[in-house]
């Protein structure tokens, strides 16, 4: 995977590789975050074969100091990595560590006293609700050329993010069958698990795609498809987003995951609770859904600076 097994030593390249195997088997990790994963070693074990001259073994990560390891993040930066990227790669490697410790391979102290960088502080830009609604509605750029039954799927999967505040990925991956269900049954990050309930809108939009749809639907298999009949792609939504942008006059924070942000928005200011929102999204922490009450912190006083009338 990614380079890591032939940049480190024999002895190097099988604790990486248990570790890998590890995130798929213990922590239920998606291929594609334990993917990334294996690219971020790639990376440190080929800055390693540079900066100690030969293919890094377990006695050299045993023995790493805390220069080392900057040293790298330093290379990374010059490189144009961002810091978002640079803390998941730390956060890596001392997955990494923490494994080899616990299996008794190897240990090394040094990589505990690495500060993570600081992430900018970002708080996420919902659409308002008008604006939120006539995205989901998906009609705006249909034409007589366009198939009523494509203008329904892309309505029922822009409804199924702010209606149901779903990952783009969740929303492509329904079935016929899990999508008559209510609640839903979605299966997100880290393969968890999650009830969210189907409101009216959403059931419609649901049900006007799967009586439109001239394809033939597999119970069990993604039910959006394209118009070749191969499963939808998310490219393809990204695109439509961005073409409602442009017939909408929308910012370009409108995306297709700005729906699930507004549906979480939108809940908490009319009045939702906080971990009612938590169990909606699939968040594993309550303080990754807290950032919702900044924005609607922001969304009032912005308000209020609209509506006082002194200056």
Not at 6 to 34: C, G, H, K, Q, Y
Not at 281 to 298: C, D, F, K, M
Request: glycine share 6%; hydrophobic share 45%.
């Amino acid at each position: 995977m990614s380079g890591y097994a032939t940049a480190f030593a024999p002895d190097a390249a099988d604790a990486a590789s248990r570790w890998l195997a590890s995130l798929r088997s213990e922590r239920r990790m998606s291929p594609a975050t334990i993917e990334a994963y294996a690219r971020d070693l790639g990376q440190f074990a080929a800055f390693l074969a540079d900066h100690l001259g030969g293919a890094p073994t377990i006695s050299d990560l045993e023995s790493l100091t805390v220069s080392d390891f900057r040293a790298f993040l330093a290379r990374r930066r010059t490189g144009g990595a961002v810091s978002r990227s640079l803390a998941r790669q730390l956060s890596a490697l001392r997955g990494f560590y923490r494994h080899a410790e616990r299996t008794g391979r190897f240990r090394n102290a040094a990589i505990s006293a690495l500060q993570s960088p600081k992430l900018p502080h970002a708080v996420p830009k919902p659409l308002s609700v008008a604006a939120a609604r006539t995205v989901a509605e998906a009609d705006a750029l249909a034409d007589a050329d366009t198939p009523r039954w494509v203008v329904a799927r892309d309505s029922a999967v822009l409804t199924l993010l702010y209606a149901c505040g779903l990952r783009i990925s969740e929303a492509l991956a329904l079935t016929p069958t899990a999508a008559r269900g209510n609640p839903l049954s979605i299966t997100g990050k880290g393969n968890k698990t999650r009830l969210v309930p189907v409101i009216p809108a959403a059931r419609a939009a649901i049900d006007d795609y799967l009586a439109r749809c001239p394809l033939s639907l597999r119970p069990h298999e993604p039910m959006f498809r394209g118009v070749r009949g191969g499963p939808l792609n998310a490219r393809n939504i990204q695109l439509l987003i961005e073409r409602l942008r442009g017939a909408l006059g929308l910012p370009e924070t409108a995306t297709p995951h700005a729906l699930r942000h507004s549906f979480a928005t939108h809940l908490l200011g009319n009045g939702a609770d906080l971990r009612v929102i938590q169990e909606l999204l699939g968040h594993a922490s309550l303080s990754t859904t807290q950032i919702y009450t900044e924005v609607n912190r922001a969304h009032l006083l912005e308000q209020y600076r609209k509506a006082h009338p002194r200056p």
